[in-house]
């Protein structure tokens, strides 16, 4: 059983990271400056704010979804995103993909910057 929880908890992981907007936004708080702990999110690399289609999908869909898994927190009055309670499940594997971004196929190469 216990290899079944794992295998659910790794495709959870991997399905988060499959919509290139999700991707961008972890990245994004993974590369933040540390110290600030905070990542406002008008920082987000490349993410056409000014496209209303990406505002909704943005709030509407993926933050909600981001943080209800518990990967960030989301404070939508200060329009900011932080580690969430359970950032430590999701983190490793985005530091091993960061980590090898210039070996990974170009798709995934444009949601974070090279180190």
């Known amino acids: 059983m216990l290899a079944h929880s794992r295998n659910e908890a790794t495709d959870e992981i991997l399905d988060t990271l499959s ?8 990245f994004s708080l993974y590369e933040r400056d540390s110290d600030s702990g905070e990542l406002p999110l008008h920082r987000v690399s490349n993410l ?7 505002r909704v999908e943005l709030y509407h869909v993926q933050l909600p979804k981001l943080e209800e898994k518990g990967y960030v927190c989301w404070d939508g ?3 900011t995103i932080t ?5 430590n499940q999701i983190e490793p594997l985005l530091r091993l993909l960061y980590n090898h ?3 990974l196929p170009s798709q995934l190469r444009g949601t ?4």
């Open 101 to 103: 971004l210039n070996e």
């Open 19 to 26: 919509h290139p907007l999700r991707r961008r936004l972890l």
């Open 83 to 87: 580690e969430g309670p359970e950032w």
């Open 77 to 79: 009055d200060e329009d």
């Open 112 to 115: 974070a910057s090279l180190p």
């Open 48 to 54: 056409a704010f000014e496209e209303e289609n990406v």
